[in-house]
């Protein structure tokens, strides 16, 4: 895998302030073998940035950078999250939340399913393009705790393939970051993708905003 090689091994993840917290998921459980990753970090939070919260008020949000090389790295500051996008890319979809982050100027990261982006191989560009990182989720957004260990690797093997094939055209290149679909994963799949410096990017916020067609602001948390 291109990832695996070396060569690229730094990457960017997003983070940004409370005041998009409604739009996706909290990350904070990198593996301790993240060697070197790097991850983009948004600016300095105020506290006066919950203000806005839920409108489209998005200033005082912008980015920041830190490079992680285990999980000791990784320190949130106040009212500060990793904002995660799943199961993508989704065209008439991921287009909306790109505009949203631009207009935010923070970045994400986009945990895509192979299979999307064998569909949709220049939305997945695209997202790379606006300097978001791209992880991987599978080939099929399989659940993986049901899978054999050799289905459950074929499964992680396949979406990194597929995410990569989509890159090729581009500079870019799939980071070594996964998330289990249903955030169903095992010990021994964690030991193993620990072992190839693959990170596991959990979720401790799940805004469940799969549960609804609107981008409008849900009425409750
Ligand atoms: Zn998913």
Not at 1 to 18: E, H, N, P
């Amino acid at each position: 895998m291109a990832f695996m090689s070396g060569r690229r091994l730094a990457q960017l993840l997003g983070i940004v302030a409370l005041g998009a917290l409604a739009a996706g998921c909290t990350t904070t459980k990198p593996a301790t073998d993240a060697k070197g990753a790097k991850l983009a970090y948004a600016a300095e939070p105020k506290e006066s940035s919950t203000s806005g919260f839920f409108s489209h008020n998005f200033s005082g949000l912008a980015g920041r950078s830190v490079t992680v090389n285990s999980i000791a790295d990784l320190k949130l500051g106040y009212h500060e999250v990793v904002l995660t996008f799943d199961d993508g890319p989704m065209p008439g979809r991921t287009e909306n939340i790109l505009k949203v982050l631009d207009n935010a100027g923070v970045k994400a990261t986009f945990m895509m399913v192979g299979q999307m982006a064998r569909s949709y191989p220049a939305l997945v560009r695209e997202v790379a393009a606006h300097g978001h990182t791209i992880g991987t989720h599978t080939q099929s957004h399989a659940n993986l705790a049901h899978l054999s260990p050799a289905a459950a690797e074929a499964q992680i093997d396949g979406g990194i393939k597929s995410v990569s094939a989509a890159l090729v055209p581009s500079m870019h290149s799939v980071a070594p970051f996964f998330r289990f679909p249903y955030l169903a994963s095992t010990a021994a799949l964690r030991r193993q993708l620990a072992a190839r410096g693959i990170v596991v990017i959990d979720a401790d916020i799940d805004s469940k905003d799969y549960f609804q067609s609107s981008s409008a602001a849900p009425a409750s948390s």
